[in-house]
């Protein structure tokens, strides 16, 4: 096995930094009731503020800073989000609390094109996803760990390597992952001169086991591959979802595009994952807290592709349509990106020797991209009604899927021609010349199960009218048996 590991050191700070495109000085606040900095972005240190200072240290250096309370909640939720993205590189995900993703991407070697491009596939993806973090590869997982996190960007793919990269790592990676040395037994290696893991290999395990130091030889083979080391995996969701916190509220559309990008990434990844494509999504704003008259207030935009895609351009598209219809109500505070049903999407049939390069058309984007700009209602189509009646032939439909657009089902249209141009309302006419009457009559009674105000018993003919177009008029059969043209021939 090999195993990919991603170490998000700055997770705290990263789960609110990935929502903004700004470079406002951030820091996040520990718990109360302290509050001091527990980590601060690149400006903010560049302010001389760093993490340990009290929040009011932190006002008094940078007066503009922007101050959020950790959220291990946010910090959970990412990681969950981050395995899901992950999926579209490796089925073997497994989640390695509180900062670490572990991918066993052995089998997704040859996909990628080996192991180097392999990981930078990963690292350039994960910086479209919005976080930024420190990989390793190693043929097992906790060695994987300590080198992401003392050692990034080292790739060890056999075992023979693998003791002369781990032997240069500080003691203090003990204390690091899964049933991790207690801080007693650190500092009795620390205390006898063990600097680095090489000291403590060269230790009698009999003499550690005494010292109640078990969990040192434990990690140690497990990391050096002499006993195995199973994970758990982690089972992405079947319905997507995730949240993006806003670092400050906001009302500014680009702004909001650009945590639209990051949530769209995380969505790509679950699809590719699965192989499939989505129909639409919903994009949720929910607005600033506190604010009046929009306390807990969220507006849920439905995007219809128009068609069955994973094509984040595409959904990209259609949201900005939606966010810049009407202007916001108020500042959001937060994004939220919710699909489900996802759909096994077939790749496109393409010809050898297409014309355009296989450029071509699509009807179902430009129906959606009119939709969000001009509404849901305001986008319909025609279909053939079963009814005898002309003014009832027809009906507004909503427009089908692609897939759906098929002749079967339709009602039959009748053999006698019927006009492309037809009257809201029968405009009165004189009687016409029997030489202009071309066609007819065709008898059309129907219409008594609505009741009598929509029952019609005319008598239709093709006529031609004075100035030599073609014409549909009727006879009313009752009295006064009045002439009306109904229609136009193109």
Do not use: K
């Not at 998000?8 to 470079?23: E, H, I, K, M, Y």
């Not at 992401?148 to 500080?170: E, F, H, W």
């Amino acid at each position: 096995m090999l195993w990919c590991a991603l170490v998000l050191p700055d997770l705290a700070l990263q789960v609110f930094t990935r929502g903004r495109s700004d470079a406002a000085p951030l820091a996040i606040l520990g718990p109360r009731p302290q509050l001091r900095v527990v980590a601060a972005d690149p400006t903010a240190m560049a302010c001389g503020v760093a993490p340990g200072i009290s929040r009011a240290s932190a006002l008094a250096l940078a007066p503009g800073l922007h101050l959020q309370e950790r959220t291990p909640a946010l910090e959970d939720a990412a990681l969950i989000d981050i395995a899901t993205w992950a999926g579209r590189f490796t089925s073997s995900i497994s989640l390695d609390p509180p900062d670490t993703l572990l991918l066993e991407i052995q089998a997704s070697l040859r996909l990628f094109g080996g192991l180097a491009p392999l990981c930078a596939a990963i690292a350039e993806n994960l910086e479209e996803l919005g976080f930024a973090g420190q990989l390793a590869v190693a043929p097992t997982p906790l060695a994987a760990r300590w080198l992401a996190r003392c050692a990034p960007g080292s790739l060890i793919d056999s075992n023979a390597s693998l003791a002369v990269a781990l032997d240069p790592l500080p003691v203090a990676v003990l204390g690091d992952g899964h049933d991790a040395a207690t801080p007693a037994s650190l500092d009795l290696l620390t205390g006898i001169g063990a600097h680095v893991l090489a000291d403590v290999r060269r230790l009698p395990r009999s003499g550690l086991a005494r010292r109640h130091a078990r969990a040192v030889t434990a990690q140690l083979d497990r990391a050096y591959a002499r006993v195995p080391d199973p994970r758990p995996w982690f089972v992405p969701p079947e319905r997507y979802a995730a949240r993006l916190p806003l670092p400050a509220p906001t009302d500014q559309v680009d702004t909001l595009l650009f945590g639209v990008r990051r949530l769209l990434t995380g969505l790509s990844g679950w699809l590719d994952a699965r192989q499939a494509g989505l129909e639409r999504f919903t994009l949720v704003l929910e607005y600033e807290r506190h604010r009046q008259g929009h306390e807990g207030r969220e507006e849920p935009h439905e995007i219809v592709l128009g068609a069955l895609s994973r094509d984040m351009a595409r959904c990209q598209l259609l949201a900005r349509e939606h966010l810049t219809r009407s202007p916001l109500p108020a500042p959001v505070d937060a994004l939220r990106l919710e699909a489900d049903a996802p759909r096994l999407l077939t790749p496109p049939r393409s010809d050898l020797f297409d014309g355009d390069d296989g450029r071509q058309g699509d009807p179902g984007l430009l129906l959606a991209t009119l939709r969000a700009r001009l509404g849901h209602d305001a986008v319909r189509c025609l279909a053939a009604h079963p009814d005898h009646r002309p003014e009832r032939a027809w009906r507004w439909i909503d427009p089908p899927p692609e897939r759906n657009v098929t002749p079967a089902g339709l009602p039959d249209l009748p053999s006698s021609p019927r006009p492309l141009w037809l009257l809201a309302t029968p405009r009165p006419i004189a009687r016409p010349a029997t030489e202009n009457l071309l066609a007819g009559p065709e008898r059309i009674e129907a219409g008594w199960w609505d009741g009598p105000e929509a029952t019609v018993n005319r008598d239709y003919f093709v006529a031609r009218s004075h100035d030599d177009s073609l014409v549909w008029i009727f006879q009313e059969r009752q009295p006064p048996h009045g002439w009306f043209v109904h229609g136009y021939f193109s």
